[in-house]
Structure formats: C-alpha cells, structure tokens
C-alpha cells in the first residue's frame, strides 16, 4: 500500500479540487469521507475508488472489512499520516478514512419516463442540507428516485452528501431535468403530479393518491415555479398552528412522503 506523505501528491491536490462544482462536473467524481458512507459505496457496487486512510485506522476490523471489499471493485488504497488527513478532510471529527468516488449518476443520464412508483421532484433547491435531508427522507421513505431541476443545489457537494448520509448510493438522482421532460412523464407514465404549497392546497390528510406520481417540493424563498406548478393536478398543504410562517422544506418533504408512502 502506497503511504503519502506529502500534500502535493496528486490524490491529495485532486480532493481539494473536487471541493470545486465544476471540477466534480468535468471528472464525474466527488469525495466522501467516513467509514459508514465509504461503506454504502462499495455495498452499492462503486467501482474504482482512491480511498485514503489514516495508519493509525488500518487496525480497525471496519477498515479491514473496507479494503477487502474495495479490491475486487478495482479500488486503489493508500495510507496517509494524521497531518495530511487534517489538511484533506472537511469534518470536525473525521474517521481517518476519506475516498474520491465516481457519481453513481452522470449528468447526461436521464430519468426513464416509465418508472414506477413515487418520485420526488425538486424546484431549485438552494440549500444544499436541505437537498441532501431530503435525498436521505426520499430514500428512507421508499421513492423510487429523486429528480432535480436545472439550478437546483449540487447533490454532490460535502454540505449534500454530508447530509444525504450515504443515500446518494441508494436510491438514483437526477440532475438538470426539465419542465419539458414533466410534461412527457405526466402525458406518457400518466404519473400524478402533486405541487406542496400553502395556498391554493387541501390539506394532506384529507387528499387520497395513488400508487404512482411526482411529488413536487419548491424553492426555499420563491416556491413552485407557475409553469411546474401548472402541470400539478393536486396541490395539497400541511396546516400550521396560526402565527407559524412556514417549515423549512426538508421538514415538509418528511411529513409528506412518511404519510403518503408508509
């Protein structure tokens, strides 16, 4: 196993251009860190990782358990010393263990239009907790994918995946979908596309769907844009104790799908 002991080696300098949006949409890869998501890669068949781990780590059963796994998928395993996984890592806390994956996705893939099953559909997303919350919920709660349009936060930046926990293994998201791929999906899959808005709305508990369609979640600040909000045959709401705004997205997303898809 080669062991780095420099900041310049290519790995290294690669992690820290893979914080960059651009340089992760050019190489289709991005950088995970910690034992649990490192795991979640390789049970989801990633091949050809770069996975770097601490000496001090290499006792642990886990990682043993790890590099076993990885091998046969083609992964490339080095050891590194505590100062250079303090410069790499990007947690508080980190496990000694942090790797540069391939997307399980690339951006020129698209959803298929007769997928089965619930999906979620996200309006540009900004915040990218709320993003990778929501990734986690939509997994968790059994949709079949997520699909997010154009101007939507980066699924694949720390903040996301930190959030996401591993769940950008489990379940497909797409980048950049269109309004017009909507429209082919609501015409073709005879999907129901259910807009969550305060106005306009019936309450959630009161709205049967169901075994197929799109739920659609809405920008932070702004919403549901009207031509995605035009295509929604439903509109259904959560009723708030009088005086309360609004709840943070990833919330209602977790409200929404546990009820629907329990």
């Given amino acids: 196993m080669e062991t780095i002991t420099s900041i310049n080696n ?3 300098k690669q992690i820290g251009k893979l914080q960059q949006k651009k340089y992760r949409d050019r190489t289709g890869l991005f950088v995970i860190e910690g034992v649990r ?4 890669a390789l049970f989801a068949g990633i091949r050809d990782g770069i996975c770097l781990i601490c000496a001090e780590r290499l006792e642990d ?3 043993d358990t790890i590099i076993k796994t990885g091998l046969p998928l083609g992964w490339l395993f080095c050891g590194m010393s505590e100062d250079i996984y303090k410069r790499v890592s990007r947690t508080e806390h980190g496990q000694g263990i942090i790797a540069i994956v391939p997307k399980p996705l690339t951006k020129e893939e698209t959803p298929s239009i007769g997928m089965d099953g619930w999906l979620v559909f996200l309006d540009a997303l900004q915040d990218p907790g709320n993003l990778g919350t929501i990734i986690r919920t939509a997994a968790a709660s059994g949709c079949a994918a997520v699909l997010l349009s154009e101007g939507c936060a980066d699924p694949y930046s720390e903040k996301a995946v930190r959030s996401s926990i591993g769940s950008l293994f489990r379940i497909p998201v797409y980048q950049n979908v269109s309004v017009s791929f909507l ?3 609501k015409h073709d899959s005879k999907m129901t596309l259910v807009a969550t808005a305060l106005d306009g709305g019936k309450d959630y508990r009161s709205v049967m769907l169901g075994e197929k369609g799109l739920f659609v979640f809405g920008n932070e ?3 549901i844009r009207p031509a995605i909000r035009s295509l ?3 509109t259904v709401y959560i009723p708030l104790k009088r005086g309360v705004e609004s709840l943070n997205v990833s919330v209602a ?5 546990f009820h629907y898809l329990r």
Avoid: F, H, K
């Fill in 221 to 223: 600040g702004n919403g």
């Fill in 61 to 63: 059963p886990r990682i």
């Fill in 10 to 12: 290519r790995w290294v």
């Fill in 253 to 257: 997303a977790s409200v929404i799908l």
């Fill in 37 to 40: 998501i490192v795991t979640d």
């Fill in 183 to 185: 429209e082919a999906l």
């Fill in 232 to 234: 929604c045959e439903q």
